[in-house]
């Protein structure tokens, strides 16, 4: 490196710097990619006496930089606005492995992004090959700008060049459709046969779905539906979701609604591609339907009556403008089996008023059905929120301990990988080859508990902590209360909020990782 942006003596305070680690696809977060960029950039650091930030290393782990949903909407969006914010003195360094890591989207675009981020002050430095952007440096010496543009256009071609080489793959796989089918996912009432490639009916299930048909010609909605099943005990499609909390494996109104608008009832199929819009991954149809794709479970004529009947009913639900009624979505729990709760309305003709209930309970899958009064859960918590926030535990040390804790056990369980594999290829062994998938399982748990910790570990970080809760209290003190704005905030706060009123106590599942406790009525058992 020819260059350096400071060679410190000893008495002068270190410069501050961060480091940006991104890679394109979550299947690289179980390779080598962030713990080189890491070890890189605390290498950098120590040889040119840097001070690294070890709090506020900013991840975007699985985000493409190709589509820009980085700087839009993750980490380094959010470093930009730390620096706008003051969160991070404007002289810091932005440490990268390179500058795609940034972007590569068009080189134009990237630029841009590359601007955004010198003209707040900061200097990013590339470790790969010593480069140092500034403002100043840009705007004074032509070459510094011409490379970053060669750099980007490299890495914007070679990213257009993947993915087209993606959409051709795909395309072909289309064109045969007919003979060979596209993908080994079925809908859940059809099997694969991947001797003969053909696909076959599970009948028991098929009439599961033909009589969600029927019914729902019949006049019976999508929750009663799954009401009747729940009583009858019919077992539900597919699996529980590992990991789920208490049991939701039951029939729910969302999965009638979502067989009943599937068109692979008919036997056709919607291939589809993935879409970056607004910063986020979209499913979007990829070209026309393949008719005859599958085997037809549902007459056609059955499946666009019902469509019709779909549509007429949708169009006299109000929505009031798409507002939250619930300012608790998402987040409360059933204290006894654990499952979520869910909000009922008492109806348009009806007296009362709208309760907390068990979705399990409500669906008739089980549990019990309590009500527990919404207003009297939101009043308190709105009338207390000082105190509830002031409450919350920082749960920092223990964050901590739990990300270095897991991060050992995933580097043992890796190593664990290697050596049973090794053992495997000298020679095959069922007991070696049992082994070896249960250390596969053990280092899928152990990652996901990482990822976990860690994202609680950035959500307990205080400059990002004291942003949530001023939104949610600016949320809150609004007339009316803006239950959406102050939903988001809480849910970047909380896990979750189980509302117990056997004891009459709300219990505070705080994404740093601790809890608190507020008695909100009388004990109802």
Request: charged residues 25%.
């Amino acid at each position: 490196m020819n260059e350096h942006i400071i060679t410190p003596a000893s008495e002068q305070v270190k410069p501050k710097a961060y480091s940006y680690i991104r890679f394109s696809t979550p299947e690289q977060a179980q390779g080598d990619s962030q713990r080189r960029q890491k070890d890189d950039a605390e290498k950098y650091a120590l040889q040119h006496g840097l001070d690294l930030d070890d709090k506020l290393t900013f991840k975007d782990l699985g985000v493409s930089a190709y589509r820009g949903k980085n700087a839009e909407t993750g980490r380094l969006g959010e470093f930009l606005e730390a620096v706008r914010e003051g969160m991070i003195e404007r002289n810091a360094i932005l440490l990268v492995e390179s500058l795609d890591r940034i972007s590569r989207q068009a080189a134009r675009k990237a630029l841009r992004i590359l601007e955004d981020i010198v003209d707040e002050g900061i200097t990013v430095i590339t470790i790969n090959d010593g480069a140092v952007y500034t403002a100043k440096k840009l705007n004074e010496e032509p070459m510094s700008l011409l490379m970053a543009i060669l750099i980007f256009i490299r890495a914007n071609e070679e990213s257009a060049n993947k993915a087209g080489r993606l959409a051709a793959a795909w395309a072909a796989k289309r064109d045969a459709a007919q003979s060979k089918p596209l993908t080994a996912l079925v809908p859940a009432w059809l099997k694969l046969d991947k001797k003969t490639g053909a696909f076959e009916v599970i009948e028991e299930r098929a009439e599961i779905v033909r009589r969600i048909y029927r019914e729902t010609i019949e006049g019976a909605g999508y929750g009663l539906i799954a009401k009747r099943f729940n009583d009858e005990g019919i077992t539900p499609f597919g699996k529980p979701k590992k990991g789920s909390k208490g049991d939701t494996h039951y029939w729910h109104r969302t999965y009638v609604q979502k067989i009943l608008r599937n068109p692979a009832v008919t036997g056709e199929y919607t291939p589809h591609r993935m879409e970056h819009a607004d910063g986020k991954k979209v499913r979007k149809p990829a070209g026309e339907r393949i008719a005859n794709y599958f085997p037809a479970v549902v007459d056609a004529e059955l499946y666009q009556a019902v469509q019709a009947m779909r549509q007429a009913r949708s169009s006299k639900i109000q929505t009031g403008r798409g507002s939250l009624q619930n300012l608790l979505t998402g987040l409360i729990v059933c204290p006894i089996c654990g499952s979520t709760m869910t909000r009922k309305s008492p109806g348009a003709t009806k007296k009362g008023e709208s309760v907390f209930v068990c979705a399990k309970a409500k669906a008739g899958a089980g549990c019990k059905f309590h009500g527990v009064k919404q207003h009297t859960v939101e009043g308190f918590i709105v009338e207390n929120i000082d105190r509830l926030l002031a409450e919350m535990p920082s749960g920092n040390d223990t964050l901590d301990a739990q990300v270095e804790n897991l991060s050992a056990g995933l580097h043992a369980c890796g190593d664990h990988i290697d050596n049973l594999t090794k053992a495997l290829m000298d020679g095959y062994s069922p007991t070696i080859a049992a082994a070896l998938r249960k250390a596969e399982q053990d280092h899928e748990e152990t990652k996901a508990q990482l990822d976990d910790a860690l994202a609680r570990q950035a959500a307990a970080s205080d400059a990002w902590t004291s942003k949530r809760i001023e939104s949610l209290t600016g949320a809150l003190s609004e007339e009316p209360i803006d239950k959406t704005r102050a939903n988001v905030a809480l849910r970047q706060l909380l896990n979750s909020i189980v509302i117990d009123y056997r004891d009459g106590c709300l219990y505070f599942n705080w994404k740093n990782g601790g809890t608190s406790s507020a008695a909100f009525a009388w004990p109802e058992e």
